[in-house]
């Protein structure tokens, strides 16, 4: 008589904790539009700054990010060709957060380069740099992957031996030790020797 008691505690205490934990969650959801043209872009990069949460637009431009506890978020939407947008938003209550975005077409600036069908041998020791400076020499590091190091760019002045990076599209990391994919905007990364 007394085991069916417990269990129904139990029963109740752990669904008033599911139901209690379902109702902490947001779902973000949206599109993402050419301002320009108002055309709907496909493939826009939509995440939540400082975390593995995010996803990509669909065809017909929209997002849906489900499941995301509250919090304070800061909403990055990057596209190649396309200014980065930044949303920010407070949730305290369950429901849907709506956002629909207008990106606004940006010129890729890069720098004069000669086509020879091979990369050029200062931005491979650029990148190689970049890898020492930003990913380290750990055990872990060694099972850590740039997906898509082309977006990277680098100065490195000779006299000085500062060193920057930066990119104006989405980084692509992969640390198989660790089990994760990490997609960034890199601003700026600076070493300064002493």
């Known amino acids: 008589m007394k085991i069916i008691p417990s269990?129904?505690?139990i029963?109740?205490?752990?669904?008033?904790s599911i139901g209690a934990q379902q109702?902490?969650?947001?779902?973000?959801k949206g599109s993402v539009v050419d301002e320009e043209t108002g055309?709907?872009?496909?493939?826009?990069?939509?995440?939540?700054?400082?975390?593995?949460?995010g996803t990509t637009t669909e065809k017909n431009g929209?997002?849906?990010i489900e499941n995301t506890p509250?919090?304070?978020?800061?909403?990055?939407?990057?596209?190649?060709?396309?200014k980065t947008e930044k949303r920010s938003i407070l949730s305290y209550k369950q429901g849907n957060y709506n956002f629909n975005i207008s990106l606004k077409p940006q010129a890729i600036n890069l720098n004069q380069i000669n086509v020879t069908g091979t990369i050029p041998e200062d931005w491979k020791e650029n990148l190689k740099l970049f890898?020492?400076?930003?990913?380290?020499?750990?055990?872990?590091?060694?099972?850590?992957?740039?997906?898509?190091?082309?977006?990277?760019?680098?100065?490195k002045d000779e006299k000085t031996n500062i060193f920057k990076a930066y990119s104006d599209s989405v980084l692509r990391i992969e640390n198989r030790s660790l089990g994760y994919i990490l997609s960034i905007i890199l601003d700026s990364l600076v070493y300064i020797p002493n």
Do not use: Q, R
């Open 7 to 9: 269990l129904a505690v």
């Open 11 to 16: 029963f109740l205490i752990l669904s008033t």
């Open 23 to 28: 109702s902490s969650l947001i779902d973000i």
């Open 39 to 53: 055309a709907s872009l496909e493939n826009v990069n939509v995440f939540l700054a400082n975390t593995s949460i």
């Open 62 to 64: 929209t997002f849906n």
């Open 70 to 82: 509250f919090g304070t978020y800061d909403i990055i939407f990057s596209h190649i060709g396309y």
């Open 131 to 155: 890898i020492k400076y930003f990913i380290g020499k750990t055990e872990n590091s060694e099972k850590t992957k740039i997906l898509n190091p082309e977006v990277l760019n680098f100065v």
